[in-house]
């Protein structure tokens, strides 16, 4: 192979150019010496633990040694950087993105599932309420109502928004109510009909046939306290709808402020708090003072814990009624409240006094005003609070007087009415309610001098007072004929008898001839302008009246009492005076009880003869019956301290004795 080779011929020629070859090659060439010269060193120490494997790559594919662990990464353990949680957050995104792509999808699905299942019931529901209507309907020609009104029922129930189902059901009730009341069950045809007319209220059909079922039990329909009290019957029972249908129709019969809360009564029982309040507030507007609509309005303040306004409204419903338990111990529930929550502050103790004194707890009202006093003593509501107790408390004992005059009155006692009516005038003599009353157990003990003045004092004190006014022209049209000057009267003319009384005999003469006029012209006097009113006033309580069984005589002209004025005290007459020698003979026997007997029969206005009688029967132990008559005699004659003392001593010896019998 060699001798294949040619030599090429030196030519001197190509010297320059080999020269710059050799030039150029020779920096590689000391390059390339070096790096062979760096192989050929001995390899640097190095640690057993990092090697690589050894591996064979001629085709066996097995490691030549065995297999070693890689060298951990210098990546290991590091913390992700901003880059990877972008990423991070990326990917979730997208995740949550696809999910709720798909959720909305499913929602989507069931919502249209949903609805087309809601079209299908409806569907069915409308088919069902047909077949139910339509089965009621072949009951009803059989008259099996029962059936034929459950039927009914259903097919309301499964389509309510059916006019004419409601109005099939309401007949089938009034159509049966009519069957029941033909067979003389009045109150099952009530209750049909007033079912009826929940189920369509303009049936004017059940209306009318309801009024005649109430009719036949006994009752007025057209009275709205009939109405009233039956939807509170029902309300009682259970029978929410047929009261609520008693009170609808109470309401057209008369829309008063108890109708309209009772309506707001059955609103709260729904739980139409909004409706029943509006309902209340209607009420006042019929009458502001009416107490149970001012309650109920303070018990929804409650409720929705608004305190301020809970406690005006339940005040103002025990203004109107202090017997209204509810309401008063609602109010005082709140100020007991507030008192615990902030007891050093004096409004509190004042608003609990307020409360309690309205309620009727006069002690504990005055303890509540003693600590505001002490907590504020310069408070200037404190003293008036004070004195309106005190008038609270002395209105309270008139008012116990009132009452049980009121029961003296119905038992048939007229003389103990008369006496507990006096003092309840005495306590408070510018009360009108009490100078009616007085009149009216003057009237019932055959004083009519006296009841015209007790009711000319009522139309002084209230002048728009219309009863008092009536029972005067009542006893102006029983009485005779206006009666003449003094002067100018018979002396028969003055004589009581059981026909014809002169309702001005025993007046003073001006006293008389006014009232002559007025029964003339005003027939009542409402002014308070004259001086005739004070004799009025005056004489309420001093005027002679007739005796029983023994006509009035009239005083000769040579009596002692001037003409034209009026003895302190009511003139004797002879029979009275009779009686009063025979029972001061009887009294010196010791015989107390024909005393007794023989005063009873004395004129009823004698407060001496009332006196006497109390005396009596002191001595012989009726405590009771005596404090009555010394009652009596007080009330004829309130200025005399003699009477006064003497029923303060019966009064300590009946306390005494009942002292005596608790312990005993």
Not at 111 to 118: C, F, M, P, Y
Not at 199 to 224: M, R, Y
Request: hydrophobic fraction near 35%; proline fraction near 4%; charged fraction near 25%.
């Amino acid at each position: 192979m060699a001798s294949d080779k040619k030599i090429l011929p030196f030519n001197i020629l190509d010297l320059p150019a080999l020269t710059a070859i050799t030039l150029t090659l020779l920096p590689q060439a000391a390059a390339l010496a070096q790096t062979q010269a760096k192989f050929n060193t001995t390899p640097l120490p190095h640690s057993s633990d990092f090697y690589r494997p050894n591996k064979d790559f001629s085709g066996g594919g097995a490691s030549t040694t065995d297999r070693e662990p890689l060298a951990p990464s210098r990546w290991a353990g590091r913390r992700p950087d901003y880059r990877d949680e972008e990423k991070r957050k990326k990917e979730e995104e997208a995740q949550n993105a696809i999910k709720a792509q798909q959720e909305q999808k499913r929602q989507i699905e069931a919502q249209k599932k949903a609805e087309q299942d809601k079209v299908n019931a409806g569907r069915q529901a409308q088919i069902n309420a047909i077949e139910a209507n339509n089965r009621a309907i072949a009951l009803g020609k059989a008259k099996r109502w029962n059936e034929a009104i459950s039927q009914h029922e259903q097919a309301v129930k499964l389509d309510p928004s059916n006019k004419q189902f409601r109005i099939n059901l309401s007949a089938a009730r009034c159509t049966y109510g009519v069957e029941r009341m033909s067979q003389k069950d009045y109150q099952g045809a009530a209750h049909l009909f007033r079912k009826a007319l929940t189920a369509i209220g303009d049936n004017a059909l059940a209306a009318k046939n309801l009024s005649e079922a109430i009719s036949k039990q006994g009752l007025d329909p057209t009275n709205a306290d009939n109405r009233l009290g039956l939807g509170d019957q029902l309300a009682y029972s259970g029978d929410l709808e047929g009261a609520m249908i008693e009170y609808q129709q109470a309401m057209q019969l008369d829309p008063s402020a108890r109708t309209y809360t009772k309506m707001g009564d059955m609103a709260m029982r729904y739980g139409q708090v909004q409706n029943a309040a509006s309902w209340y507030r209607q009420a006042l507007g019929k009458d502001q003072n009416y107490g149970p609509a001012h309650r109920q309005l303070g018990v929804i303040a409650m409720s929705q814990r608004d305190f301020t306004a809970a406690a005006a409204s339940l005040r103002r419903s025990v203004v109107a009624d202090n017997k209204d338990a509810v309401a008063g111990q609602a109010l005082i529930d709140i100020w007991r409240k507030q008192v615990s929550q902030n007891p050093t502050l004096a409004d509190n103790h004042l608003g609990l006094a307020g409360a309690m004194q309205l309620t009727g707890d006069y002690s504990g009202a005055e303890s509540e005003y003693m600590q505001a006093k002490n907590l504020n003593p310069t408070d200037a509501r404190i003293p008036r609070g004070i004195a309106s107790l005190q008038a609270a408390i002395k209105h309270d004992a008139a008012d116990r007087h009132k009452q049980a005059a009121e029961t003296f009155l119905g038992q048939g006692l007229k003389r103990e009415a008369l006496a507990e009516a006096g003092q309840a005038i005495m306590m408070e003599p510018q009360n009108y309610e009490y100078q009616i009353f007085h009149g009216q157990c003057l009237e019932a003990n055959g004083d009519y001098n006296g009841a015209m003045n007790a009711y000319r004092t009522a139309v002084q004190i209230k002048p728009n007072n219309t009863e008092a006014a009536q029972r005067m022209r009542e006893l102006q049209e029983r009485g005779s004929q206006p009666m003449q000057p003094a002067q100018q009267m018979p002396p028969q003319a003055a004589r009581n008898t059981d026909q014809n009384k002169n309702l001005y005999e025993g007046i003073d003469q001006g006293l008389a001839q006014h009232q002559s006029q007025n029964a003339v012209t005003d027939r009542f006097n409402t002014h308070d302008d004259s001086a005739l009113n004070q004799m009025a006033l005056q004489s309420q309580n001093t005027l002679p009246t007739k005796t029983i069984n023994h006509p009035q005589k009239v005083a000769p002209e040579n009596s002692g009492t001037k003409k034209g004025t009026t003895s302190g005290a009511p003139p004797q007459d002879q029979a009275t005076r009779q009686i009063l020698m025979q029972a001061k003979q009887l009294e010196e026997k010791r015989d107390y009880q024909g005393a007794v007997d023989l005063l009873r029969q004395a004129n009823l206005q004698s407060a001496e003869a009332h006196h006497r009688l109390a005396l009596n029967l002191l001595n012989l132990g009726i405590t009771v019956e005596a404090v009555s008559e010394f009652r009596i005699a007080s009330a004829l004659e309130p200025g005399n301290k003699i009477y006064s003392e003497d029923l303060a001593r019966a009064l300590n010896i009946h306390k005494s004795s009942l002292d005596k019998g608790d312990t005993q």
